[in-house]
């Protein structure tokens, strides 16, 4: 967990710098006060205090802004908030988690979205969602050592099938389940309905038997394993998605040698010799595999950006901060695309990497 400015404060101290800036933010400055007069009743009787509906919106949009790795910041402003704070039983949680994936996969036109289950406070537990997506696929290991499937999620996988999840396929491409946890209690596993989930097969513009590597991945990345912090108040379970960079697909989970690990197939249907580093192999399997990932996910109508448009977003995403008098704080190494780096701007500047509470923390 990163150390911020703020979880060094105490709630109150917390509260009050949010509400503060949050509310200068919404022009209601001057409600600010008795806000705060509120607020702080509010934690003398219970320990806590809830936050509006206006605050919980701006503050998730505020964290998501403060996101120093994601460089599709530009759009913060549309995050789409849905409030699952009332949810306390198994089927309710079951029930936000889909409706967030139906709600933000909007039939490929997909929807920056965030679910916010209740938080934690003193007398009332939070849940947690073990996943660290809500879409991801399982990594079986076989006795040779071998993985079929995304070896990223071979621990997890191999929690759910101790768990009793027993998935007949063991497929690359198998749909994990889902898993929440309530404190003191058994972790909860659910199958995720397959019709909620989207995925895009891949094919090529020009190369005509890529489609015969029956590969795809999902339309829309779920974060499920970090915390929200919003004025001092820690949202446990607060699953957020936005749409896909094409290289997160493209160069990461399907080139990356930890991952699905398939240059070196491609290269070889591509003719090319592998033996020899200085043709580029590599480098010239990336380009056709984040081709067909472009490609494929603009065949499919579903929403994805490629590096470089990314990347002068978010150039143009600091420019639109500095006007506000705010900073721009990013963490160079993730906001640098992993493909042809010097050519997008991003990789020619320079960026502080503080971090500014509302944000999202690993657990
Ligand atoms: N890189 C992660 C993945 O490939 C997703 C991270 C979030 N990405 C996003 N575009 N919001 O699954």
Known sequence: MH?????????????????????????????????????????????????????????????WRNSNRCIGRLYWKTLKILDAREAETDQEIFDALCRHLEFATNGGEIRSSITIFRPASPGSAAPRILNDQLIRYAGYRDES????GDPSQEQFTRMCVEMGWTNPEKSRFDLLPWVWQWPGREPVLAEVPSGLVM?????????????????????????????????????????????????????????????????????????????????????????????SVLHSYSRAGVSMTGHHEASEQFVHFEQTECKKGRATNADWAWIVPPMSASATEVFHREYQNRVVCPNFFYR
């Open 145 to 148: 050592g071998n993985i079929t």
């Open 199 to 291: 995925e895009v097969p891949l094919v090529h513009p020009f190369l005509e038997w890529w489609e015969e590597l029956g590969l795809k991945w999902h339309a829309v990345p779920v974060i499920s394993n970090m915390t929200l912090e919003i004025g001092g108040i820690l949202y446990t379970a607060a699953p957020f998605n936005g749409w896909y960079m094409g290289t997160e697909v493209g160069s990461r989970n399907l080139g990356d040698v930890n991952r699905y690990n398939l240059l070196p197939l491609i290269a070889e249907k591509m003719g090319l010799d592998t033996a020899d580093p200085a043709i580029l192999w590599k480098d010239r399997a990336l380009v056709e595999l984040n081709t």
């Open 3 to 63: 150390i911020t400015e703020t979880s060094r404060l105490s709630l109150p101290e917390a509260a009050k710098e949010f509400i503060k800036s949050a509310y200068a933010e919404l022009g209601i400055s001057d409600q600010a006060e008795s806000r705060l007069d509120e607020i702080s009743r509010q934690i003398s009787a219970t320990g806590t205090y809830v936050h509006t509906r206006t605050e919980l919106e701006h503050g998730a949009r505020m964290a």
